[in-house]
Nanobody, 130 residues
Framework: QVQLVESGGGLVQTGDSLRLSCAAS????????MGWFRQAPGKEREFVAG????????YYGDSVKGRFTISRDNAKNTVYLQMNSLKPEDTAVYFC???????????????????????WGQGAQVTVSS
């Protein structure tokens, strides 16, 4: 069982930066692939970024490539999403998710579909004003 708690959301202006954090409970966090998704009102949940449990592989949604960076600190059981050059269309509730636990053979696996994730956080609101 893994519990995920997001933090760092808020209200910012266009062009600003924000960093989201997701703190995970559980001893085996380091064997979970992690991801960030977002959902705006009236829209489907959208993949934002994913990272393998090795930390060596990352994958991004097209709308955030070059602006967002996912990273993880397994010693702190935390995954981060650094968001730069924010736009009003980035406004959404951002969710952290965990897939696993995964064996060593899947250490570089990154999941991009919501159905591949087993645990979800409660979400953090990010609002970007124009």
């Amino acid at each position: 069982q893994v519990q995920l708690v997001e933090s760092g959301g808020g209200l910012v202006q266009t062009g600003d930066s924000l960093r989201l954090s997701c703190a995970a409970s559980g001893r085996t966090f380091s064997t979970y692939a992690m991801g960030w998704f977002r959902q705006a009102p009236g829209k489907e949940r959208e993949f934002v970024a994913g990272i393998s449990w090795s930390g060596g592989v990352t994958y991004y949604g097209d709308s955030v490539k070059g602006r967002f960076t996912i990273s993880r600190d397994n010693a702190k059981n935390t995954v981060y999403l650094q968001m730069n050059s924010l736009k009003p269309e980035d406004t959404a509730v951002y969710f952290c998710a965990a897939a696993g636990p995964l064996s060593y053979n899947y250490r570089d696996y990154v999941a991009a579909a919501p159905r591949e994730y087993d645990y979800w956080g409660q979400g953090a609101q990010v609002t970007v004003s124009s």
